[in-house]
């Protein structure tokens, strides 16, 4: 190839992924910012009347949580495979539709039992969404885009908080402004309505692939097809996973997933009790806060996360995805949680969350590049859609057993998080021994694809 036609090349593959990255990434962001939304958004009504309404115990509030999962856990590997046979347009729009008209009925929820049966329906409806925009996303963008490309998506979930917190701490506040419903109902209601909107535009806004891409040149789909093709049959070649079964018996998918169970732990731990730990810190700082005011202390440990999630990625893009961009978030975020509940002040606890959010959002978009390095087609599929089954095991067993262990650590009769937070601590330390030791394991047995999981 002469100097003019790599420069021609370059300056088209340039056009091409800044493209995508301004007319795809932020909507699917969109789409994901509602989505989190949606699923946390039980973690600032339970503070905020709910729990108290519906009467609820630290650890019925922790089942109604995770329950959410069980639902999504049982349909993700469907939905996902379905998205691949119909196409991510109709699919993920048809996913966004349903769990918007699920997430409207919290709004007239009446006891613990309704709570756990949408909570249920919610995750069902719900299923496959994530692993779904993954899967899009990465079939849009060649591998070493793909860092940059995720991270930018991934952006959206430290967001939700940032933005979200405070505005869910707004709607809480309108109490009976709308047919008399309490705040934290109105809440509901508010949260839920942008999920069925943006799902009906995501029908006719989302293309399944860059040829049907209008707002592409003919350059820019002709190089986008190409470039994704070549790396498609590359990888099938290397590693021969493009079947659906490929990704069920490989064992870095299970490896992966138990990598990823820890980070989510971690995650939907701080998620739904950090609004409670907030709570209480009249009671223990002897702080008094309105509810507008938790919302956006809330939201101040996502801020230093959405930046430290942005430069991480950038730097897994530049130098190449290391284990230590995996490895280092983990630790910290391990020794970090726990370290929290014995912060002298408000400040400084929040200070210690924030180190947690950090480390969990630095090392999640960096994550997600690792299975489309060695699984293609259905088996790319089925893999994403179980390694987020697995690892949202978490997504039900981490707010269950932190109320439950909070209720049966209580001192005083108020539920303590010393315990709870020290497993999260252990689960995070388990992801990363988990990803050192695949590291080493494939660059022993697989050293062709040993950048899979680089430990330079």
């Known amino acids: 190839m002469d100097t003019t036609t790599a420069r021609v090349q370059s300056a088209v593959e340039k056009s091409a992924i800044k493209k995508v990255a301004i007319r795809l990434v932020p909507f699917v962001a969109l789409m994901f910012f509602i989505n989190y939304l949606d699923r946390t958004a039980i973690g600032f009504a339970a503070p905020n009347g709910m729990n ?51 997430a409207l009925l919290f709004t007239w929820v009446q006891n613990f039992e309704q709570l756990v049966a949408l909570r249920f329906i919610l995750g069902v409806a719900e299923a496959g969404f994530f692993p779904g925009a993954i899967l899009f996303l990465s079939l849009w963008v060649p591998a070493e885009h793909r860092s940059k490309i995720l991270a930018l998506f ?39 309505i942008p999920a069925i909107i943006v799902g009906i535009v995501a029908w006719f806004y989302l293309k399944d692939k860059p040829s049907d891409a209008k707002w592409l040149t003919t350059e820019e789909q002709e190089w986008l097809t190409g470039a994704l093709a070549l790396e498609r049959a590359n990888t099938e070649k290397a590693n021969n996973t493009h079947r659906i079964r490929d990704a069920f018996t490989s064992g870095r998918v299970w490896v992966l997933s138990g990598i990823y169970f820890g980070f989510i732990y971690g995650l939907y731990a701080l998620g739904f009790f950090l609004p409670t730990i907030i709570g209480g810190f009249q009671e223990q700082f002897g702080t008094e806060f309105d509810v507008f005011q938790k919302g956006l202390i809330t939201a101040i440990p996502y ?10 990625s950038r730097d897994a893009s530049r130098r190449g995805l290391k284990t230590w961009h995996i490895v280092i978030p983990a630790l ?11 912060a002298g002040s408000p400040a400084a606890t929040i200070a210690v969350i924030a180190v947690t959010a950090m480390a969990i959002f630095s090392a999640l978009p960096n994550f997600w590049t690792l299975p489309t390095k060695f699984l293609t087609g259905a088996a790319a599929a089925a893999g994403i859609a179980l390694i987020n089954t697995i690892g949202n095991l978490a997504g039900f067993s981490a707010p269950y057993i932190t109320g439950l262990v909070a209720d049966a650590t209580a001192v005083d009769g108020e539920p303590s998080y010393v315990a709870p937070m020290f497993i999260v601590g252990g689960f995070m330390l388990l992801s990363a021994v988990l990803m050192i030791g695949l590291a080493a394991r494939t660059k022993t047995t697989a050293p062709a694809v040993a950048e899979t999981v680089a430990a330079e």
């Open 52 to 102: 108290e309404d519906l009467a609820l115990s630290a650890a019925q509030f922790g089942f109604a949580s995770g329950v959410f999962f069980i639902g999504y856990i049982l349909l993700e590997v469907p939905s996902n495979l379905a998205l691949h046979r119909f196409g991510a347009r109709k699919w993920l729009a048809r996913i966004m539709v349903s769990w918007g008209i699920v």
């Open 154 to 192: 991934y952006l959206a979930q430290p967001l939700t908080t940032v933005i979200g917190a405070p505005f869910a701490g707004w709607l809480i506040q309108q109490h009976g402004i709308f047919f008399g419903l309490e705040g934290w109902r109105f809440m509901f209601l508010g949260v839920a």
């Open 303 to 312: 801020v230093p996360a959405a930046i430290a999630l942005y430069f991480w």
């Open 332 to 342: 910290a975020g391990a020794v970090s949680i726990p370290l929290a509940l014995f």
